[in-house]
């Protein structure tokens, strides 16, 4: 029966899915200059669907639905609340692509990736989890690979179809050795029969292995990170913006409620796996991101080393810790969209993307400059902005956990990072272009990028100053799972 319950629970998808409808209808329609209206049409629907959700999806009680499959729950509504967000800016700085940008089949692959991700948040079931991450994740493959006429954004495209599917196979085989153990996919379920202790450690050691690396792909954690840097450079740089802060918040939604769920018992072991990933993530993230040249390829590794971070909240394995990844995830993706944003804004008029081509952005556009100052500061924990918040609530889990080593890792990797994000705005403010004319060489927004680079810089500080309320939606979704 279809109550008002299942209604809500998944309202968000349903309004994702009149609006990708919406696009297919409408777009044939418009000229060839007006396709571009698509984008204006996915922000504005997203960013209500958004103000919908909050007045009329909100969850009570946890409670499962729809025969089990999804559970709506605050911690499930709380990240559809960020996907959603994150997919309106990405519509908006994907509207001035040059190629991507008047094709509505971009923005309706967005969508559908946006709606495998909601649902990713919210299964409680292996195979809804299952169908949920290949929903989201077989769009974002065609989505790099869009540009056909680029040698690079192809080659991105094929490896991460190569290497995705080769993870999800892995992660698949997973799922289907914990089914055949327990004889249920059902999340809550799996959890009371293996407190039996019908499973031997080691084929639970197996099981752990082959789910971690598919989800590790998800997140991209060392060793499973080798796409991400040339995917974010290849890919379309909206798509790229999106690969490295919702579909890695997804990753981090599903790791929470399937390790906090079904595999509680176990979280001896699969906590140390994960301390070990986590530090190294972090450490060889920064590392390599001090040899970088390239801003892309800077931020794709800047990203693994923020993945190892968020990890230390699932390490902790606590309410705080859930709640700390939670805020640290809506932290992140406010700051890494705001920093792809504005590399897209300078790419766009300039075709350059290696750091030192930077030089004088502050004297070339002031705005800009300010909005690199913001999203760099915040991505090396620099207060008052969100990213410094951040790494103090995943710190104050780890130590209260008593992982004070990991937290001393993360500190010092830290510290690594202030070094290149400093070494980035030391050329936007200090450093002058060739000619020292930077007058006679702006760089104009237009405004759909004015208008997501200011609402991501905004929330970019709100998280950071005025973080009470969002740290208390987090906890809210956290106290859900204990």
Do not use: C
Not at 169 to 193: H, R, W
């Amino acid at each position: 029966m279809f109550t008002s319950q299942i209604f809500a629970s998944i309202l968000p998808e349903i309004l994702i899915l009149v609006l990708g409808i919406l696009i297919l209808v409408f777009e044939p329609f418009w000229k060839e200059d007006q396709r571009r209206n698509a984008g204006w049409l996915t922000a504005g629907g997203l960013f209500a669907a958004i103000i919908i959700s909050l007045l009329f999806g909100q969850p009570g009680e946890p409670v499962s639905v729809l025969g089990g499959m999804i559970r709506f729950d605050w911690l499930g509504f709380f990240f559809k609340i960020l996907f959603m967000f994150a997919g309106a800016a990405t519509a908006l700085l994907l509207m001035d692509h040059e190629t991507a940008g008047h094709r509505g089949e971009a923005y309706v692959l967005l969508l559908a990736s946006l709606l495998g991700m909601n649902l990713m948040a919210v299964s409680s079931d292996l195979v809804m989890l299952y169908l949920a991450i290949e929903t989201a994740s077989i769009p974002l493959y065609i989505l790099a690979g869009f540009l056909l006429a680029d040698d690079r954004s192809t080659e991105a495209g094929f490896k991460y179809l190569l290497f995705g599917t080769l993870a999800s196979t892995i992660m698949l085989y997973g799922f289907s050795l914990i089914f055949g153990f327990t004889g249920t996919t059902d999340l809550q379920k799996i959890a009371e029969v293996l407190t039996t202790g019908t499973i031997s450690p080691l084929l639970a050691f197996v099981v752990l292995a082959l789910v971690i690396v598919g989800l590790g792909f998800k997140l991209a954690i060392v060793p499973f990170h080798f796409w991400a840097p040339d995917v974010y450079q290849g890919s379309p740089t909206p798509v790229a913006g999106f690969l490295s802060t919702a579909s890695k918040a997804a990753g981090f939604a599903v790791v929470i409620r399937f390790f906090f769920v079904a595999l509680p018992d176990f979280a001896p072991s699969w906590t140390v796996i994960f301390a070990a990933l986590a530090a190294i993530t972090m450490t060889v993230g920064n590392l390599l991101a001090l040899s970088q040249t390239n801003m892309k390829r800077l931020i794709a590794y800047s990203s693994i080393a923020h993945a190892g971070y968020a990890l230390i909240g699932v390490v902790a394995f606590s309410q705080l810790g859930a709640a700390s990844v939670v805020f640290y995830l809506a932290a992140y993706i406010a700051t890494n969209l705001l920093a792809f944003g504005v590399v897209m804004a300078f790419s766009r008029v300039t075709g350059l993307e290696d750091i030192t081509d930077y030089a004088g952005l502050s004297r070339r556009n002031p705005l800009m400059g300010l909005m690199m100052l913001a999203a760099f500061l915040s991505l090396a924990g620099m207060p008052p902005f969100g990213g410094f918040v951040a790494k103090v609530f995943v710190f104050a889990a780890g130590v209260q956990a008593n992982y004070t080593w990991l937290v001393v890792v993360g500190i010092l990797n830290s510290i690594i990072g202030v070094y290149y994000y400093l070494n980035v705005l030391k050329y936007v403010y200090l450093y002058r272009m060739e000619g020292e004319n930077e007058e006679q060489h702006p760089i104009p927004l237009t405004r759909p990028y004015t208008i997501a680079l200011v609402v991501l810089a905004i929330g970019v500080i709100l998280v950071g100053t005025v973080f009470a309320p969002w740290f208390s939606w987090s906890d809210a979704a956290a106290l859900n799972l204990f």
